[in-house]
T-cell receptor, first 110, second 115 residues
Framework: RKEVEQDPGPFNVPEGATVAFNCTYSNSASQSFFWYRQDCRKEPKLLMSVYSSGNEDGRFTAQLNRASQYISLLIRDSKLSDSATYLCVVQKGGGNKLTFGTGTQLKVEL | NAGVMQNPRHLVRRRGQEARLRCSPVKGHSHVYWYRQLPEEGLKFMVYLQKENIIDESGMPKERFSAEFPKEGPSILRIQQVVRGDSAAYFC?????????????FGDGTRLSIL
């Protein structure tokens, strides 16, 4: 079983749609959680950290459910520029390596 | 403020040659991480270094791969006697301090192609 699992997609959505991605992780010792974005296999860019209480950044909302060990990302009012691969990332306490999911591909269309 | 700088951006080597990938962290960051992304796969952790110390090399292949982060100068990922399977994008990231919830900032990566 992979440490971080994501639906690879692609998710094809029209501009303006709301889209949600889920991710599950297997290591209950994980302490930090992030969503990164990767365009065309360029460098990953931090989109947002994910907190237990849930957090929002503009059109993006992230949620964490520690009991179920899943993380979600909601994108509202999708833009063409949101087209990318979204990487779910976890980090264990005490060490600093990041463990990446394989990513969910989003394509926003006119 | 300069971000993480990696060079070269693209590197072509023939089988059996050596590849050296360089990474300069964000100014003031003392922690460097190397990740590898094989074609059609996700990023995989390779090694975590602080100045002059390897902290975690659990993701490094046992042979041919080595990494260093000297007191002065960039971090180097070295691959000896490269094989076709080493073709990948190699990303370096840095962070300021140890501890969870410190986001890592990534460089542009080095795309290594083995002929």
């Amino acid at each position: 079983r992979k440490e971080v699992e994501q639906d690879p997609g692609p998710f094809n959505v029209p501009e303006g749609a709301t889209v949600a991605f889920n991710c599950t992780y297997s290591n209950s010792a994980s302490q930090s959680f992030f969503w990164y974005r990767q365009d065309c296999r360029k460098e990953p860019k931090l989109l947002m950290s994910v907190y237990s209480s849930g957090n929002e950044d503009g059109r993006f909302t992230a949620q964490l459910n520690r009991a179920s060990q899943y993380i979600s990302l909601l994108i509202r009012d999708s833009k063409l520029s949101d087209s990318a691969t979204y990487l779910c990332v976890v980090q264990k306490g005490g060490g600093n390596k990041l463990t990446f999911g394989t990513g969910t591909q989003l394509k926003v269309e006119l | 403020n300069a971000g993480v700088m990696q060079n070269p951006r693209h590197l072509v080597r023939r089988r059996g040659q050596e590849a050296r990938l360089r990474c300069s962290p964000v100014k003031g960051h003392s922690h460097v991480y190397w990740y590898r992304q094989l074609p059609e796969e996700g990023l995989k952790f390779m090694v975590y270094l602080q100045k002059e110390n390897i902290i975690d090399e659990s993701g490094m292949p046992k042979e041919r791969f080595s990494a260093e982060f000297p007191k002065e100068g960039p971090s180097i990922l070295r691959i000896q006697q490269v094989v076709r399977g080493d073709s990948a994008a190699y990303f370096c990231a840095s962070s300021p301090v140890e501890g969870s919830n410190q986001p890592q900032h990534f460089g542009d990566g080095t795309r290594l192609s083995i002929l």
